[in-house]
């Protein structure tokens, strides 16, 4: 069995997919999107179809299905050390604990409160999010998995291939990564910048390029997380960011980010967490990294804000 604790736009929308092609996925939401979807099933739409997974398979907690095999952990970074507490009724010795989060230090927190398991690095690379109770929208990206140890572990590595092999089985775009480290960072440099900057300016990120001085503010902003990535040991190339800046051109940016989409919902942000993390990291490794301390400056106040009202 196959656990998904946080059935929002990434696991919901991975899990609905992998229960669809015959695994056994269970799912772990809260409040009204739990309602709905025990209610009603949780409708997957995506560019191209949708579908829907049965109410039973949903529950509150991680206990109420037995041991998994796998957990995908998808919840908000701030609730990682939540929800890492609850799992210990889910797990096995060799239950792989799989953190689709975004951030770049939710595994350590999660491999220091778990009882039993095996903690894996994990990159999601999809648009998706909770556009009502129970409904789960897809709206761009290369809805892709990456995933794999954090160090040097071939044992651990070829589970991880076996588990991404049934997903590639399943439809899904998924590989283990031995150097899944250098993954999390680059993944973190866009989803802290981009977040950041989306939420701040409420702006596409079609219309930040768009324009001379948005564009180039998030260019800076890729550079300053590029500079502690390096700091820390992290070998990002210095070319990365130009490369991603083509990469996006051959899009249709119209999308912004999960991070937009709870300011102006009124949740709490995972702030402290994206640019919160570039200002903190960056402090501590003596490096300049203005862009990202003006963004959490301006963010946090909003997500103490919904942290108290929730």
């Not at 099933?41 to 095999?69: I, S």
């Amino acid at each position: 069995m196959i656990l998904v604790v946080g059935a929002g736009g990434v696991g919901g929308y991975f899990g609905g997919v992998l229960r669809n092609a015959g695994e056994d996925v269970r799912f772990v939401a809260r409040g009204a999107h739990l309602q709905a979807a025990r209610s009603s099933g949780l409708r997957v739409r995506w560019t191209g179809g949708e579908l829907t997974v049965p109410g039973d398979r949903f529950a509150g907690t991680p206990g109420a299905f037995g041991p998994a095999e796998a957990v995908l952990l998808c919840v908000k970074s701030y609730d990682t050390a939540t929800a890492a507490r609850s799992l210990a009724p889910a797990l096995q010795e060799e239950t792989l604990i799989i953190s689709l989060q975004n951030g770049i230090e939710n595994e350590g927190v999660i491999a220091g409160l778990i009882p039993r398991g095996r903690v894996l690095g994990g990159v999601a690379y999809i648009y998706a999010t909770v556009t009502e109770p129970g409904v789960v929208t897809e709206t761009g990206g290369p809805k892709k998995l990456l995933f794999g140890p954090l160090g040097d572990d071939p044992p651990l590595l070829a589970r991880a291939e076996a588990l991404a092999a049934r997903m590639r089985a399943a439809g899904m775009d998924a590989r283990a990564d031995s150097d899944i480290r250098t993954a999390l960072w680059k993944k973190f440099v866009f989803i802290a910048s981009v977040g950041g900057l989306t939420a701040l300016t409420r702006l596409t990120l079609g219309e930040i390029l768009a324009e001379a001085e948005s564009r180039e503010l998030l260019q800076r902003a890729m550079l300053e997380a590029v500079a502690v990535a390096r700091a820390g040991g992290v070998p990002i190339e210095p070319e990365y960011v130009e490369g991603v800046f083509d990469e996006l051109r051959r899009y249709d940016n119209a999308t912004r980010s999960s991070l937009y989409h709870d300011l102006v919902h009124g949740k709490p942000l995972e702030i402290e967490f994206l640019s919160g993390a570039v200002a903190r990291l960056g402090r501590e490794s003596g490096i300049e990294v203005p862009v990202h301390r003006t963004i959490a400056a301006a963010l946090i106040p909003h997500h103490r804000r919904a942290l108290r009202a929730r």
